[in-house]
């Protein structure tokens, strides 16, 4: 799948890196003007392997200055940008076959008030890490996809059921009980997650 660049531009800011896709990962190198701060991304490989239906970001992180994978619903407290994003929906996706979403930023010059481009102040360079940082297996990472891939199956389920017409009075126990169970996934109420 191609990589999609998007554009936008700012006076204070700019991002300028090169995101390469293969099977086992995504390749990533450049560098990142964050105000007064430049971050040199080394050429950095990332793995990236499906383990659910999941949508993922590289994000620069500024201490120590490195780069992070993070799945969806993660927050990263240091995050200055994000550098590359895609989504996995089967478990034949790789980054190779799946669209892979890469922010540019470009320089513009501001104009002060006399009608003349502004200087920028110097930058402080700063080296980013060539380790990345990957997402750890935990009780809370694996609860949290359980019962995303529950929820996922459940809203099939009762979609066919709506579709089919199923009024929730018509229904049997059994899909009362996947409703009920839906409803429940879904206000985050304490619930085992079979």
Known sequence: MPVSIVESTSERKSIDVTATPSAAGVSVSGS?????TLYTIPLTSIPCVYTDDESYRVVLASSPPR???AESGTTI???VCYLAGWVFAAPTDTCATVA??????????RIGDDGQPVALPDTTPVAVSSAPVLPVAGPERTRG????????ALTEECRLLRDAGTTFSAMTAAEKAKV???TALLADVPLAVP
């Not at 996809?145 to 996922?152: F, G, Q």
Request: hydrophobic residues 40%.
């Open 32 to 36: 990142v003007r964050w105000f007064d």
């Open 67 to 69: 780069l992070v994978l």
């Open 77 to 79: 407290a240091d995050e």
């Open 100 to 109: 892979i979403e890469v922010p540019k930023r470009v320089l513009t010059p």
């Open 145 to 152: 996809r359980k019962r995303r891939r529950r929820i996922k």
């Open 180 to 182: 009920n169970e839906l």
